[in-house]
Nanobody, 115 residues
Framework: QVQLVESGGGLVQAGGSLRLSCLAS????????MAWYRQAPGKQRELVAS???????NVVDSVKGRFTIFREFAKNTVYLQMNSLKPNDTAVYYC?????????WGKGTLVTVSS
């Protein structure tokens, strides 16, 4: 079992920045990929960025150049640095962790970007 706790969401004006954190605990030695997803009101959950156990990252086109995912192995934490935020980035952001055969989700943290 892996437990995930996200933090760092909040209200920010367009153009501002936030850093989301996701702390993993439990069977962390089994963790492979870590990722951030988001779900805007009335929309499906979508991948934002992912990072493998080897540090390879993937960022979707809609946030490329603005968002960065990185991982601190010693702290069992994955981060999402979000810059130049736009109102359409408003969503609940979820941390996701993949182990061999299992996927875990955090409860989410709300990011609201005002225009």
């Amino acid at each position: 079992q892996v437990q995930l706790v996200e933090s760092g969401g909040g209200l920010v004006q367009a153009g501002g920045s936030l850093r989301l954190s996701c702390l993993a605990s439990g069977s962390i030695f089994r963790i492979n990929d870590m990722a951030w997803y988001r779900q805007a009101p009335g929309k499906q959950r979508e991948l934002v960025a992912s990072i493998s156990s080897g540090g390879r990252t993937n960022v979707v086109d809609s946030v490329k150049g603005r968002f960065t995912i990185f991982r601190e192995f010693a702290k069992n934490t994955v981060y999402l640095q979000m810059n130049s935020l736009k109102p359409n980035d408003t969503a609940v952001y979820y941390c996701n962790v993949a182990t061999t055969g299992m996927t875990y989700w955090g409860k989410g943290t709300l990011v609201t970007v005002s225009s």
